[in-house]
């Protein structure tokens, strides 16, 4: 049960878009189309924003978007505004476990 | 309106054991999966384990294999994570959360924090 690999950190100015990316193996965002995101403010609890690769729960921005290419998963964030700066990670089914990125740190400039 | 309300965290000595609950309130708690995330502090998030929703299928991180036991009484509308033999290393918040394809987890608690210290 490894952890998927997200980068450290990434920025943005406000209305620039980013893209934070998710790398798993075969055994888990390779295989499946069970890769969600969330998205966790400072003392909150996370928040679902994408899931099964790419589908937006009701209430979620537009603004977010995800995708997939074989053991990695990408989340886009278009328009970037300054209430979008928060911890963002992904979390893909492996079968008889579930595993977590460690998380990216989103910074709007 | 759903809503999970975690309770039972606190401080225990290295070795001792706590037992969390979540209690489960908007929706036909029955009918969905549950997961326990945990997340230490300052670190990012950690699945710990799963139960179906009729309680007949469990699966746990191995960090915490043979130590930690989920359960769920849907009388009660509640979850349940009985942990054992805690180590400095389980101290974290834990949260439990609403699965519905075992990576959608729609709703979340707002956490309980559990302290292993001497």
């Known amino acids: 049960q490894s952890a998927l690999t997200q980068p450290a950190s990434v920025s943005g100015s406000p209305g620039q878009s980013i893209t934070i990316s998710c790398t798993g193996t075969?055994?888990?965002?390779?295989?499946?189309?069970?890769v969600s995101w969330y998205q966790q403010h400072p003392g909150k609890a996370p928040k679902l924003m994408i899931y099964?690769?790419?589908k937006r729960p009701s209430g979620v921005s537009n603004r977010f978007s995800g995708s997939k290419s074989g053991n990695t998963a990408s989340l886009t964030i278009s328009g970037l505004q300054a209430e979008d700066e928060a911890d963002y990670y992904c979390?893909?089914?492996?079968?008889?476990?579930?595993?977590f990125g460690g998380g990216t740190k989103l910074t709007v400039l | 309106e759903v809503q999970l309300v975690e309770s039972g965290g606190g401080l225990v000595q290295p070795g001792g054991s706590l037992r969390l609950s979540c209690a489960a309130s908007?929706?036909?708690?029955?009918?969905?999966?549950m997961n326990w995330v945990r997340q230490a502090p300052g670190k990012g998030l950690e699945w710990v384990s799963y139960?179906?929703?009729?309680?007949?299928?469990?699966y746990y991180a191995d960090s915490v294999k043979g130590r930690f036991t989920i359960s769920r009484d849907n009388a009660k509308n509640s979850l349940y994570l009985q942990m054992n033999s805690l180590r400095a290393e389980d101290t974290a918040v834990y949260y439990c959360?609403?699965?519905?394809?075992?990576?959608?987890?729609?709703?979340w608690g707002q956490g309980t924090l559990v302290t292993v210290s001497s």
């Open positions: 959360a609403r699965d519905t394809t075992r990576s959608k987890f729609d709703y």
């Open positions: 908007g929706f036909t708690f029955s009918s969905y999966e």
């Open positions: 979390c893909s089914y492996a079968g008889s476990s579930t595993q």
């Open positions: 139960i179906s929703s009729s309680g007949s299928t469990i």
């Open positions: 099964e690769v790419s």
């Open positions: 075969s055994s888990d965002v390779g295989s499946y189309n069970l």
